[in-house]
């Protein structure tokens, strides 16, 4: 190789380097840019949520604190001052139980046979298309179905327009997020772990109940969290389904007719009324405090399982 050469190579690889640099930097920058439009992002949903919350407290945390237990202990009344929200806090609780009852199990199980059990088989991919495809469907089709379903062919098991009907109803908007979350958190349990207990003797099902399940009930519990969250909130399911506006009495037995927390809401701020307004304010911290309640025991159970493994 001759001293031309050489120089002419040395030159190639100085070009090629300054080319990387120069390709480097940029890829510094744009990664610089990336990570300012994410923070900015992340503040501006922060701004606004803060935003609302902070309006929700002026207007409804005076109305709270003014009368707390009548406000708590009362039923809804067409004067604002001695409206309360006893029986829509009350059908929120049982609407959550029946919920979530219904739909963990279900869920839980479902995941665990599609993922443990189904296989490749054109069955479970079915159901699994079926369930990726149910889960963006809207709330207010769930409502139809529910109506359909447990409200007219079940009328004389549900009894029509009833707190268990919305509770089945919810139970099945919610199913698919819980079966997709129990499926992703079983498929993050080591296929090692499988292996072991196969090679120890035991069955399929006793690998899964005594070594996969533990690991994955935390994720399992995420995904149910978000799930019920979800339900507790919801509010054309429950209007499809015929929730009442005005409900003066607790339900005796689940056949009996019900109203739930974002219905009153939704009543109140429908109201011209100003204090009606200020009540719907003050509903929203009540369901907004039993949301939060839910989560935290529902973190605590997850925190709990993780501790143990």
């Given at each position: 190789?001759?001293?031309?050469?050489?120089?002419?190579?040395?030159?190639?690889?100085?070009?090629?380097?300054?080319?990387?640099?120069?390709?480097?930097?940029?890829?510094?920058?744009?990664?610089?840019?990336?990570?300012?439009?994410?923070?900015?992002?992340?503040?501006?949903?922060?701004?606004?949520?803060?935003?609302?919350?902070?309006?929700?407290?002026?207007?409804?945390?005076?109305?709270?604190?003014?009368?707390?237990?009548?406000?708590?202990?009362?039923?809804?009344?067409?004067?604002?001052?001695?409206?309360?929200?006893?029986?829509?806090?009350?059908?929120?609780?049982?609407?959550?139980?029946?919920?979530?009852?219904?739909?963990?199990?279900?869920?839980?199980?479902?995941?665990?046979?599609?993922?443990?059990?189904?296989?490749?088989?054109?069955?479970?991919?079915?159901?699994?298309?079926?369930?990726?495809?149910?889960?963006?469907?809207?709330?207010?089709?769930?409502?139809?179905?529910?109506?359909?379903?447990?409200?007219d062919l079940l009328f004389n098991v549900t009894g029509g327009r009833s707190v268990v009907s919305a509770g089945l109803t919810l139970a099945l908007l919610i199913l698919p997020v819980i079966i997709v979350a129990t499926r992703e958190a079983m498929k993050a349990v080591p296929d090692s772990l499988r292996l072991a207990g196969f090679a120890l003797g035991s069955t399929r099902w006793q690998v899964i109940w005594e070594h996969v399940l533990p690991l994955a009930l935390p994720g399992i519990l995420t995904g149910t969290i978000l799930a019920l969250s979800r339900a507790i909130g919801e509010t054309a399911p429950l209007i499809v389904i015929g929730a009442a506006t005005f409900v003066p009495f607790l339900p005796t037995n689940l056949k009996d007719s019900f109203t739930a927390l974002p219905i009153q809401i939704f009543n109140w701020t429908s109201r011209p009324q100003a204090a009606f307004h200020a009540n719907a304010a003050a509903a929203i911290i009540v369901l907004m405090v039993l949301l939060l309640t839910m989560n935290a025991g529902a973190i605590f159970l997850r925190n709990k399982f993780q501790s143990e493994r």
């Amino acid at each position: 190789m001759t001293t031309a050469d050489s120089s002419k190579d040395l030159n190639q690889i100085s070009d090629s380097a300054s080319g990387f640099d120069s390709n480097l930097a940029g890829r510094y920058q744009q990664d610089k840019i990336f990570r300012i439009a994410a923070l900015i992002a992340t503040l501006a949903g922060l701004v606004v949520l803060g935003f609302l919350v902070f309006d929700i407290l002026v207007d409804g945390l005076g109305r709270l604190l003014q009368n707390f237990p009548s406000f708590i202990n009362s039923f809804p009344s067409r004067s604002a001052d001695r409206a309360g929200v006893l029986s829509a806090l009350v059908g929120s609780i049982l609407l959550l139980i029946i919920t979530a009852l219904a739909a963990f199990p279900l869920g839980v199980g479902t995941g665990i046979f599609l993922q443990e059990f189904g296989g490749d088989s054109w069955f479970s991919k079915f159901v699994e298309v079926n369930i990726g495809n149910l889960a963006a469907v809207p709330s207010i089709i769930y409502g139809l179905l529910g109506l359909t379903v447990f409200v007219d062919l079940l009328f004389n098991v549900t009894g029509g327009r009833s707190v268990v009907s919305a509770g089945l109803t919810l139970a099945l908007l919610i199913l698919p997020v819980i079966i997709v979350a129990t499926r992703e958190a079983m498929k993050a349990v080591p296929d090692s772990l499988r292996l072991a207990g196969f090679a120890l003797g035991s069955t399929r099902w006793q690998v899964i109940w005594e070594h996969v399940l533990p690991l994955a009930l935390p994720g399992i519990l995420t995904g149910t969290i978000l799930a019920l969250s979800r339900a507790i909130g919801e509010t054309a399911p429950l209007i499809v389904i015929g929730a009442a506006t005005f409900v003066p009495f607790l339900p005796t037995n689940l056949k009996d007719s019900f109203t739930a927390l974002p219905i009153q809401i939704f009543n109140w701020t429908s109201r011209p009324q100003a204090a009606f307004h200020a009540n719907a304010a003050a509903a929203i911290i009540v369901l907004m405090v039993l949301l939060l309640t839910m989560n935290a025991g529902a973190i605590f159970l997850r925190n709990k399982f993780q501790s143990e493994r």
